[in-house]
């Protein structure tokens, strides 16, 4: 099958690497292509300067689990990943929240251009757009693990309060992500999760605030 990348998008992404060669990492904007054939451009802000890491996470014109967790919305210089380890992990969902938190706090130089260079087509068949299955809920809890081992690492990483506070707040929403998924499946699966909510380390339950406890057991017993 042959594929047909407009000139325009070869032109930006010659200029990207050639810019990316003196930054950690370059974050760009991008265009959405649509079942029907139309393309939408999704532009998130205006270019920055140079910026560190940390500034642009935070940057008030970013939404984080928007914008900074999609690796494909970056161009990332290999030494900065080979230096620092950062590496994608196998068979695992949702990989690109780890790479933000590692990516972030330890980049020094980043930047985002308001060049449109990446066209994204959306994928009705692709695994986070299916219906829930427990295969959901097991990932979900497995990111709450990942995230956690990475907040007992904090100085190793480079995480600041900041950091911290905003990978915290991670772990909530994603335990309460999956426990919306739970309330999906079927009686087999929810058993099949149950046993996967009995298995978080007790550790985890200091990021989930005392009403999802609840709402966790209260489906527990609704079983």
Not at 16 to 29: E, K, P, Q
Not at 37 to 53: E, K, R
Not at 130 to 139: A, E, G, I, L, M
Request: some cysteine; overall charge neutral; proline content about 3%.
């Amino acid at each position: 099958m042959l594929l047909f990348f407009p000139v325009y998008y070869i032109y930006s992404l010659m200029f990207l690497l050639h810019i990316v060669s003196l930054l950690d990492f370059l974050h760009f904007d991008f265009d959405e292509a649509f079942a029907d054939g139309h393309i939408v451009a999704q532009p998130l802000m205006h270019s920055t300067s140079i910026l560190s890491g940390k500034e642009l996470f935070f940057h008030p014109g970013h939404i984080w689990f928007k914008n900074h967790v999609i690796v494909w919305q970056k161009i990332f210089r290999r030494t900065f990943l080979i230096e620092n380890d950062i590496l994608f992990a196998e068979n695992i969902m949702y990989e690109d929240v780890d790479y933000a938190f590692l990516s972030y706090p330890r980049a020094k130089r980043v930047q985002h251009i308001s060049e449109h260079v990446y066209l994204y087509r959306a994928n009705d068949d692709s695994i986070t757009r299916k219906s829930p299955t427990v295969n959901h809920v097991r990932y979900m809890i497995e990111l709450c693990k990942r995230v956690e081992v990475q907040l007992q690492k904090g100085e190793e990483l480079g995480l600041d309060m900041e950091f911290i506070a905003q990978m915290q707040q991670l772990i909530k929403n994603t335990f309460y992500r999956s426990l919306a998924f739970y309330k999906g499946l079927d009686r087999v699966e929810k058993q099949e999760a149950d046993s996967l909510y009995k298995e978080l380390p007790f550790r985890l339950f200091r990021y989930i605030s005392v009403s999802m406890a609840i709402l966790q057991y209260r489906i527990r017993l609704s079983l």
